[in-house]
C-alpha cells in the first residue's frame, strides 16, 4: 500500500512540473480581462514569433514559454514562428538529443504550443546536426522543417491566403563560409539557389495570396549589438531588393537578443525582430526604429485579409503586459 501511494504521490508531482507553466481557468479569466488590448479576430488566424530560446529552461526561458500559452488561448492560435537559434550553444547532435526534451518538449507545453511550429535555422543551430532538427519534422506533431528553407501557405478567410516563407540567412554570412569546422556542412549551401528560389516563390501571381511574410535568423537592420556589423549589412544587401520588389508585408527575425520592430519610411515591409526567448542583450535604436527594448518576451501577430496587428509582449515574473502594438492595413 505504502508503495502504492509513493507511485501516486510521483505521477502527480510528475504532472505538476510538466504542466506547471499552464495557468488555472479562472487566473486565464482574470489575465484575458487584464489585456483586453489583445484582441482574437473571428475572421483571421493567430501566430507567434520567438527566437533565440533553447537553454534548457534558464534565463527567462520558463516565464516567456508559460506566457506564450496564455497569449495563444486569448488569440486562439493557429500556429508559431521560430527565427532560428533553437537550441544553444551548439544545436542538438541528433533526434534523441535531450535537448529536445530539455530546451522544447518540457518547455512549451500548453496544449495550443502543440499547433505547428514552422522553424528557421540560426547560426547557433549549425554548430551542431542541422539534419537532425529536419528529421525531427518526422518525430514531433508540431515541429515543422522539411528542408533548410521552405514555404507554407496557409488560409486566412475565405479562400485568401498567407504566403509564408521560411529561409536560412546562415549561407548569406561570409565569416560563417571561413569556419566550416564550426558551422557543420554550411559550404554546402548556396546562396544564389535560395535566392533563386525565394524569388521564384514571390514571383507568383497566385491572386488567393493576399499577404507575404518571410521569416529567417539574421536582420536587415538592427539598433543593438549588430548595428553595423558586417553580416547586417550582407543580409541587407541580399534580402531588401528582392523584399521591395516582390513588396513583401513583413519579415521576422531574430538574432539580436531583444525585441524591435523597424520600418524605414521608403521600404515596403516592416521588420520584426524577436530574439528575447531567453538570454538577453542591450537593445537600441536605429534609423526607422519604431520600438525597441531588451525584455524577456516574443511578438503575437493576428492576421485578417486586411489587417496584420503585431503584439509586443513582456514577460514578468507572474503576468505579462503587451508593451507595444503595430498594424499593417491592406
Not at 506547471?20 to 501566430?47: M, V, Y
Not at 526567448?277 to 537600441?284: A, C, I, N
Request: aromatic share 12%; proline share 3%.
Amino acid at each position: 500500500m505504502k508503495y502504492t501511494n509513493f507511485l501516486s504521490l510521483l505521477f502527480f508531482l510528475t504532472i505538476s512540473l510538466v504542466y506547471g507553466q499552464e495557468r488555472p481557468d479562472h487566473a486565464l479569466n482574470q489575465i484575458t480581462h487584464h489585456h483586453q488590448d489583445l484582441k482574437q479576430e473571428i475572421d483571421g488566424i493567430a501566430f507567434l514569433a520567438i527566437g533565440d530560446f533553447g537553454r534548457h529552461g534558464a534565463f527567462t526561458q520558463k516565464e516567456v514559454a508559460r506566457d506564450m500559452g496564455t497569449v495563444a488561448e486569448i488569440l486562439d492560435l493557429n500556429f508559431t514562428v521560430s527565427v532560428g537559434d533553437n537550441f544553444y550553444p551548439t544545436g542538438v547532435q541528433s533526434t534523441q538529443d535531450y535537448q529536445w526534451i530539455s530546451s522544447f518538449e518540457s518547455i512549451y507545453t500548453h496544449h495550443l504550443l502543440h499547433e505547428p511550429w514552422f522553424v528557421a535555422l540560426g547560426n547557433h543551430d549549425y554548430e551542431g546536426n542541422v539534419q537532425a532538427q529536419i528529421d525531427y519534422s518526422n518525430v514531433s506533431r508540431r515541429w515543422e522543417m522539411p528542408n533548410r528553407y521552405f514555404e507554407r501557405l496557409i488560409e486566412i478567410d475565405n479562400d485568401q491566403y498567407l504566403q509564408l516563407l521560411v529561409i536560412d540567412t546562415n549561407p548569406m554570412v561570409s565569416k560563417y563560409l571561413k569556419e566550416p569546422e564550426k558551422y557543420l556542412g554550411i559550404n554546402d549551401q548556396s546562396t544564389q539557389e535560395q535566392l533563386k528560389w525565394i524569388e521564384d516563390k514571390l514571383s507568383t501571381t497566385n491572386p488567393k495570396i493576399v499577404w507575404r511574410i518571410v521569416v529567417g535568423h539574421h536582420p536587415l537592420y538592427s539598433g543593438g549589438k549588430r548595428k553595423t556589423a558586417k553580416e547586417t549589412q550582407e543580409i541587407q544587401h541580399l534580402l531588401e531588393p528582392v523584399f521591395e520588389k516582390h513588396k513583401v508585408d513583413a519579415y521576422i527575425c531574430g538574432h539580436e537578443h531583444d525585441l524591435q520592430i523597424i520600418k524605414r519610411n521608403n521600404k515596403p515591409f516592416t521588420q520584426f525582430l524577436s530574439g528575447a526567448g531567453s538570454e538577453l542583450r542591450e537593445s537600441g535604436r536605429t534609423e526607422g526604429t519604431l520600438f525597441a527594448d531588451a525584455v524577456p518576451g516574443f511578438m503575437a501577430f493576428t492576421l485578417t485579409n486586411k489587417v496584420l496587428t503585431a503584439y509586443v509582449i513582456q514577460s514578468q515574473k507572474n503576468d505579462f503586459k503587451v508593451i507595444y502594438k503595430n498594424k499593417i492595413t491592406k
